[in-house]
């Protein structure tokens, strides 16, 4: 059973327009998401988090917002720049025997960002 | 500062074999986590350690076991490999279990069983 949904595998939009990438969980557990861009031959890094106490997060051109009560929560990104094409990854964690944070992933969404 | 650091880049293994992967943490990080990601899907946890010790294990069978070192470096051990075993496989480190949300991974080794 997924727990961490990425329910488009890919996406396409115009360099300088906005980017959309969305997200649903099911494991009320979940205490922080966050978002990883992965190019290939690379791991995946780091881009920007949210706790599951707030709505918003941003981050220069990267915002994240949470809808705790219909367990999704999206990544926008404005303005979209070529350097973004990369597959992005939603992760969630949940402290689980309490000392382990496990990230659980989705299976990540190409984005492409068009000249 | 260096970040993350794996080896061996590529590796390829035939089915039965066993094979070990290693692992540096960023300096001043405690916590190593193992991550296995096949093609298409994201990544999925394996182990987390913590001071050597093992603080979680993912739904991953006996063949795969780990160890930390007390320079907090680590390696995955996977036994009798299967072609199924093919895939990327990835560290993180974070300065605790309870920073771990905040992982930061390496480029990762890929494993290829035929």
């Known amino acids: 059973d997924q727990q961490v949904k990425q329910n488009s595998p890919s996406l396409s939009v115009q360099e300088g327009r906005i980017s959309i990438l969305n997200c649903d969980y099911t494991n009320s557990m979940f205490d922080y998401f966050l978002w990883y861009k992965k190019y290939p031959a690379e791991g995946p890094t780091f881009l920007i988090s949210i706790s599951s106490i707030k709505d918003k997060n941003e981050d220069g051109r990267f915002t994240v917002f949470l809808n705790k009560s219909a367990k999704h929560l999206s990544l926008h990104i404005v303005p979209s720049q070529p350097g973004d094409s990369a597959v992005y990854f939603c992760?969630?964690?949940?402290?689980?025997?309490?000392?382990?944070?496990?990230?659980?992933f989705g299976k990540g969404t190409l984005l492409t960002v068009n000249p | 500062d260096a970040g993350v650091t794996q080896s061996p880049t590529h590796l390829i293994k035939t089915r039965g074999q066993q094979v070990t992967l290693r692992c540096s943490p960023i300096s001043g990080h405690k916590s190593v986590s193992w991550y296995q990601q096949v093609l298409g899907q994201g990544p999925q946890f394996i182990f987390q350690?913590?001071?050597?010790?093992?603080?979680g294990r993912g739904n991953f069978p006996d063949r795969f076991s780990a160890r930390q070192f007390p320079n907090y470096s680590s390696e995955l051990n996977v036994n009798a490999l299967l072609l199924g075993d093919s895939a990327l496989y990835l560290c993180a480190s974070s300065l605790n279990p309870t920073s771990g949300y905040q992982q930061f991974f390496g480029p990762g080794t890929r494993l290829t069983v035929l």
């Open positions: 350690y913590y001071e050597k010790e093992e603080r």
């Open positions: 992760a969630a964690s949940a402290q689980s025997g309490g000392s382990n944070y496990k990230l659980t």
